[in-house]
């Protein structure tokens, strides 16, 4: 299953953004995604937004991952911060190494392990990100 989510649920995102993103349009996470395929309409979006490209990359990297059902937008924004930027990249990811990841990225911001998503969930995204590529 393929989730959608409302655009003011991304992280990150201030309730002005998210007026500017809904101004031109943009609801949800699958319009953002529809609307910004490719490097040219980022660019246009990025222009119409009066921000840098590397914000709209952002977005949409976040957007893409939240598709996933065990991610959604609560872990899209923790992917993001592990390298993680698509669907794609997730679905190519040995499970172990990410993990590890994961847990260091806990350990070095917040001190705590007991936070970090099991090698168990870990593996059930890269399945999903599998099957929806």
Do not use: F
């Not at 989510?5 to 500017?20: M, T, V």
């Not at 990841?101 to 990100?129: E, F, G, M, Y």
Request: charged share 15%; proline share 3%; net charge positive.
């Amino acid at each position: 299953m393929i989730y959608d989510w409302s655009i003011g649920d991304l992280p990150g995102l201030n309730k002005s953004e998210c007026a500017q993103l809904q101004q031109l349009g943009i609801n949800t996470t699958r319009q953002l995604l529809q609307i910004a395929p490719d490097a040219a309409t980022k660019q246009q979006l990025a222009i119409s937004l009066g921000t840098k490209i590397q914000y709209v990359n952002k977005l949409v990297a976040l957007a893409d991952l939240s598709r996933l059902a065990g991610v959604g937008c609560q872990y899209n924004g923790l992917l993001l911060h592990t390298g993680i930027v698509s669907v794609r990249q997730l679905a190519q990811m040995p499970a172990h190494k990410l993990h590890q990841q994961l847990l260091r990225l806990h350990v070095a911001t917040l001190q705590r392990r007991d936070l970090c998503p099991d090698l168990t969930q870990v593996q059930s995204w890269i399945k999903q990100s599998q099957e929806l590529i």
